[in-house]
T-cell receptor, first 112, second 110 residues
């Protein structure tokens, strides 16, 4: 049972480039989340989804987009990478809104 | 001000000693989740508390939620090197999202 899988684990981008961070879960969870973690700042919610076809903004959505076409996948897209988007990105999923979230191992992204 | 305050920010404890980490909310909590994170890795779920006065234990780690459901503590008894890492609390305020504290970095010294 793989749980939540994120790819890639590391990536370096140039300013203005775009990329997609992949997240897939095999637990049949309806709820999925994207966070960013900056040093000493805890986790900030970027976007979340309560089911296929439904997405909503979190605390820090600017500069990002998401889609949820299947229950398993929740990709996060950066269209025009900026240095402020240098961070560690975590994807998580849960069975319901009041259930524990299960996290992937993260993607370390540097924008230079 | 932050909705969720975690203290202390860092903690250095001698192996074998007990320690406590606190998580305080400015609003009533619907749920409180404790996670552990090792450097370079994802968050590992430890425990979930939902009822006022609730207490849960797993091995040498005990988590409590106060009666007013605004503060939680995580207590480690007889600390070991394997307890080292970053501990984060996550709070539910009645919707499908969690708000996280800034974390407590725990170092265990021999």
């Amino acid at each position: 049972n793989a749980g939540v899988t994120q790819t890639p684990k590391f990536r370096i981008l140039k300013i203005g480039q775009s990329m997609t961070l992949q997240c897939t879960q095999d637990m049949n969870h309806n709820y999925m989340y994207w966070y960013r973690q900056d040093p000493g700042m805890g986790l900030k919610l970027i976007y979340y989804s309560v089911g296929a076809g439904i997405t909503d903004k979190g605390e820090v959505p600017n500069g990002y987009n998401v889609s949820r076409s299947t229950t398993e996948d929740f990709p996060l897209r950066l269209e025009l990478a900026a240095p402020s988007q240098t961070s560690v990105y975590f994807c998580a999923s849960s069975l319901g809104g009041n259930q524990p979230q299960h996290f992937g191992d993260g993607t370390r992204l540097s924008i230079l | 001000s932050q909705e969720l305050e975690q203290s202390p920010q860092s903690l250095i404890v001698q192996e074998g000693k007990n320690l406590t980490i606190n998580c305080t909310s400015s609003k009533t909590l619907y749920g409180l989740y404790w996670y552990k994170q090792k450097y370079g890795e994802g968050l590992i779920f430890l425990m979930m508390l939902q009822k006022g006065g609730e207490e849960k234990s797993h091995e040498k780690i005990t988590a409590k939620l106060d009666e007013k459901k605004q503060q939680s503590s995580l207590h480690i008894t007889a600390s070991q090197p394997s307890h080292a890492g970053i501990y984060l609390c996550g709070a539910s305020f009645g919707n499908e999202k969690l708000t996280f504290g800034t974390g407590t970095r725990l170092t265990i010294i021999p």
